[in-house]
């Protein structure tokens, strides 16, 4: 198996591989490629390509319509920087309320005075700024990262409002019984002294934070943003920046518009850029791509539906095709006596088979709805 990356992948990470794969940055006919930031959108991807790891959560990056429609498995690896993106997000509210940047910003101009201690008692007024203590913070997404901000939040002594539609069993079993739910986005923006956002960058979320939604909060609110660039209107938050509505903005992401601009306090993606943060990503990603190339079996995918069969120990095939009850029907029947796990996504089925005896691949393929089969 040929390996490509995109980007520098940890060592550790690496090392899941077999010791048969080639891994390297510089080749075709890759069948698995390992990707942090790297923009894919438009690579050639080559037939040969049967998955792509993600090592980090988002993956506004990757091309998934394109992924699905070829059958490439994209997997991701929730959770695994999570803890670093919430140490960063808990500086953020800090530094959101403390002036703490300009603060030590002046501080150097002090240098080589020996008046510098009775200036900085004459001067510190100008850098003040509200504790979080008692505040409210509205947390938008509850996932690993959203979940962990909101649970710290409270050991800190705020008062957390959770937002999240979408939140999954057992992101809702880990939250502290603290953090208030509400399925109303409207009242995170009405009650909130600060609000930060955990979401990926989908239609529904994009540009959340725009002057519609800005028209609602608390005048002086307190924005942070460790997700990505495009949850926010950029014009939209410097205008709030400039009439005193937001009274701070901590971004992860500082957009060419916002870099610089008095309010906002950027961050150069600096979220998941720990060195054990990068060590687990590289590790889940690395283990689950294998995993698949190896044995077909699909975990942590954002684009197809999560298979396991365990490993293979005989003749075993993959069938990705349109989740249509004829297609399935006609699968079936090539596939009778096979030991199997199927499941579906989105308009995709896959179904992982194992055998004693030897599958017809040619007539698998041939199935009307079939999209790829791999043998393994
Ligand atoms: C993520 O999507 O996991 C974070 O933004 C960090 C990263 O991109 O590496």
Not at 40 to 47: I, N, R, S, T
Not at 81 to 95: H, M, P, S
Not at 224 to 245: F, Q, Y
Request: contains cysteine; negative net charge; proline residues 3%.
């Amino acid at each position: 198996m040929k390996i490509k990356l995109y980007n520098k992948i940890a060592a550790c990470g690496l090392a899941q591989f077999p010791s048969t794969y080639e891994v390297g940055a510089d080749f075709d006919n890759e069948n698995g490629i390992v990707v942090r930031s790297a923009d894919l959108h438009e690579v050639a991807f080559p037939d040969t390509l049967m998955g792509i790891a993600r090592a980090g959560a988002g993956v506004n990056n990757i091309p998934l319509d394109k992924c699905t429609e070829k059958g490439i498995v994209v997997v991701n690896t929730p959770g695994a920087n999570a803890r670093a993106v919430i140490e960063l997000c808990l500086a953020g509210l800090f530094l959101a309320s403390r002036k703490i940047e300009d603060g030590a910003e002046w501080t150097k101009t002090l240098a080589g005075r020996d008046d510098a201690l009775k200036v900085v008692e004459k001067e510190k007024s100008r850098f003040a700024g509200p504790e979080i203590f008692g505040k409210t913070l509205g947390v938008v997404g509850l996932g690993a990262i959203g979940g962990g901000v909101a649970n710290a939040a409270v050991a800190l002594g705020m008062k957390v409002l959770g937002y999240d539609p979408f939140v999954s069993v057992d992101a809702a079993w880990h939250l502290d019984p603290a953090v208030e739910k509400t399925e109303d986005l409207d009242k995170i923006f009405r009650d909130c002294d600060y609000i930060s956002v955990h979401v990926p960058s989908l239609p529904a979320t994009r540009g959340m934070i725009c002057k519609a939604n800005l028209a609602k909060m608390k005048d002086g609110v307190r924005i942070l943003n460790l997700a990505r660039a495009d949850l926010v209107v950029d014009e939209d938050v410097i205008e709030g920046l400039e009439s005193g509505k937001i009274a701070a903005y901590f971004t992860d992401f500082p957009t060419g518009k916002l870099a610089g601009h008095d309010g906002v306090i950027g961050t150069p993606h600096l979220g998941a850029s720990t060195p054990e943060a990068e060590d687990n990503c590289a590790v889940m990603a690395c283990a689950q791509l294998t995993d698949f190339l190896e044995n077909g079996n699909i975990k942590n995918s954002v684009n197809m539906p999560a298979v396991h069969l365990g490993r293979a120990e005989a003749n075993r095939v993959g069938i990705f095709y349109r989740a249509e009850a004829e297609v399935d029907a006609n699968l079936q029947k090539l596939v009778f006596g096979a030991r199997k796990a199927g499941a579906t996504k989105g308009g995709v089925s896959y179904l992982l088979c194992e055998s004693e005896n030897e599958f017809d691949t040619d007539k698998i393929k041939a199935v009307e709805g079939v999209i790829r089969v791999t043998s393994y």
